[in-house]
């Protein structure tokens, strides 16, 4: 097949979902919503996480990174998409192409790692709380913050490089919402066989252990929360666990499907599909599922925003003992926790940088 060297100066057309839906016209009403959605809910969890100094502890430290990382992925794809249905044209350049991979793949990948360390500080707060401090120090917490970021940032770096050096075929058309490794090897006039099992391998191993590990840390929860004495507090915990184990398996799940499977078993359809979970559905319901019933997020939002709509915060709570009230979110679940009055109450917090005792 002829090689199409021009691609650098004409670059691609992104034939994504939108163009392949049968009913364009609300899917890309959908979309928008979602992803106003999650613009707003990171932004403002983000905003009050950063200006609250209760919040400044380990729990909602890597929680305003994960809403960062949600906000920063989804704002990456989906504002061009929207922008190039309602124009009719679905041109990206070369460079526009390569900085779009490279962003959703440091992105994509630290957060995978993000919500391994989250569900370390939720097994560490509930089973552990006696060494909360010890096991959460301010150290650890950043080391927890810088390492995904780090890490994703190397991945992105080696995988952006080496698949942007390909020839690609006289075709600039690819079949999905983004540019993103699989649709673009399928354009590749070069054998990509040893790239793909490359791909194949990093992808496992960023994704198996973290996947692993929140399954591991989130099981002890749940034999710990089984223990408790209250049905109804029991209740609430394997609700909110299962909430987030949901959201977890959209993300890894779909990730999984798009970075491990073989590139035999792609399908542009199924790309599309896979790829809309993890950059605009689960940025979406993160905020949502990780803040919705804490009643300190709730407490901050009502004090910095006005915020009126939220009647499980009320001026009783923020009349408790505070330094209590921060011990037991940092034990998951304040609501849960407060309930349930568990015997063992964590030793006073020492905050991490910017925070207070």
């Given amino acids: 097949m002829e090689l199409y060297n021009s691609t650098l100066e004409s670059g691609f057309i992104l034939e994504g979902i939108l163009t392949d839906s049968g009913s364009p016209g609300l899917l890309c009403t959908t979309i928008s919503v979602l992803y106003t959605l999650a613009l707003a809910s990171n932004g403002l969890l983000f905003l009050v996480i950063t200006m609250d100094t209760r919040l400044h502890v380990p729990m909602y430290l890597l929680l305003s990174q994960l809403s960062l990382m949600d906000l920063m992925l989804t704002s990456v794809v989906i504002p061009k998409t929207l922008v190039d249905y309602l124009r009719g044209e679905n041109t990206i350049s070369f460079e526009g192409c390569a900085l779009q991979m490279f962003l959703v793949l440091t992105l994509g990948g630290a957060e995978g790692l993000l919500l391994a360390f989250m569900a370390y500080d939720r097994y560490v ?10 096991l959460m120090r301010p150290k650890i917490c950043w080391l927890m913050v810088a390492t995904p970021w780090t890490l994703a940032f190397l991945n992105s770096v080696i995988h952006t490089s080496y698949t942007m050096h390909f020839p690609f075929c006289m075709t600039r058309e690819i079949r999905h919402l983004l540019c993103e490794i699989p649709p673009l090897l399928k354009l590749a006039c070069a054998d990509t066989s040893r790239y793909e099992f490359m791909v194949y391998a990093s992808g496992s191993v960023f994704l198996m252990p973290s996947l692993a590990a929140v399954l591991a840390f989130y099981t002890f929860v749940l034999v710990a929360v089984l223990h408790m004495s209250s049905g109804e507090g029991r209740q609430k915990a394997l609700f909110t666990c299962s909430s987030h184990l949901t959201v977890v398996g959209m993300y890894y799940g779909a990730a999984m499907f798009m970075y491990i499977q073989p590139s035999s078993h792609h399908s542009p359809q199924q790309d599309n599909i896979l790829s809309v979970f993890y950059i ?36 009783a709570l923020m009349g408790k003992n505070e330094k209590e009230n921060r011990m037991y979110t940092e034990g998951l679940f304040l609501f849960l926790l407060e309930e349930e009055q568990l015997p063992l109450t964590p030793p006073s917090y020492t905050s991490v940088p910017g925070g207070h005792t």
């Fill in 280 to 315: 605009v559905i689960t940025p979406a319901l993160n905020p949502l599922i990780y803040s919705l019933r804490n009643k300190e997020v709730t407490g901050a939002f009502r004090r910095y925003l006005g915020f009126r709509l939220l009647p499980h915060c009320t001026s």
């Fill in 125 to 134: 707060a509930i089973c552990h709380p006696l060494n909360y401090t010890v």
